[in-house]
């Protein structure tokens, strides 16, 4: 497709249970981004992959976050036993070629942990 | 220690007034900065700067880089109140290893008002 679809849009989760978020990149891009924005505030990079490999991981609390790009999949973001400070939104982005050049925004999902 | 700068945070205008917007960046390694405006959700592209001293520019809106002063300038001339929003600077560079990051700023967050 020529845009970021990520879903769902909107996901309220209680204390220490899952979280599963989606992304289809744009078709022909080969580098996904992960971001969380907490309250509008700074972009925190969490992790990035090219293809299906894992590019850099720097960004992700790996004891509960985990991320996939499966081949004819969507990219996934989970995050097990959620805290209330993983309320964010979280954004995908893609890229065509060249690493991090005019990255394309999805939505958003908008995460919520009572 | 924050690698991406931006200022002011806020910014309160009149319609009509012109604004500059502040972005200074200490990365070594760097490729690029790249400006997005964010409304209600996904960030959307505005420039892409690689070269100090070449203005690009959209309408009312145009970026500067000045790379061996290590920031970068968004105008925005002629306001209106749709160009509320948050402005992200970002900023592109070789981490090592194979890898590049992608680095966001806080933002600063516009308001035209009528």
């Known amino acids: 497709g020529e845009e970021v679809a990520q879903t769902p849009k909107h996901l309220v989760r209680g204390e220490g249970q899952k979280a599963k978020l989606y992304c289809a990149p744009i078709?022909?891009?080969?580098?996904v981004f992960w971001y969380q924005q907490v309250l509008k505030n700074e972009f925190k990079f969490l992790i990035s992959?090219?293809?299906?490999?894992?590019?850099?991981e720097t960004g992700m609390p790996k004891e509960r976050f985990s991320a996939k790009c499966l081949p004819n999949s969507p990219c996934s973001l989970e995050i097990q036993a959620t805290k209330l400070e993983d309320s964010a939104v979280y954004f995908c982005?893609?890229?065509?070629?060249?690493?991090?050049?005019?990255?394309?925004f999805g939505s958003g999902t908008q995460l919520s942990v009572l | 220690e924050d690698k991406v700068v931006q200022s002011p945070l806020s910014l309160v205008v009149h319609e009509g007034d012109t604004v500059t917007l502040n972005c200074s960046y200490e990365?070594?390694?760097?490729?690029?900065l790249l400006w997005y405006k964010q409304e209600k959700k996904a960030p959307t592209f505005l420039f892409m700067l690689?070269?100090?001293?070449i203005e690009k520019k959209s309408g009312r809106l145009s970026s500067i880089l000045d790379k061996k002063e290590l920031f970068s300038i968004l105008n925005i001339t002629a306001t209106q109140t749709g160009d509320s929003a948050i402005y992200l600077c970002a900023v592109r560079f070789y981490s090592g290893a194979g890898s590049y990051q992608l680095t966001f700023g806080k933002g600063t967050k516009l308001s035209v008002i009528p």
């Open positions: 690689t070269s100090s001293g």
């Open positions: 078709k022909g891009h080969s580098y």
């Open positions: 990365v070594t390694n760097f490729r690029s």
């Open positions: 992959f090219q293809n299906e490999n894992v590019f850099d």
């Open positions: 982005a893609s890229s065509q070629r060249v690493f991090g050049e005019k990255l394309f």
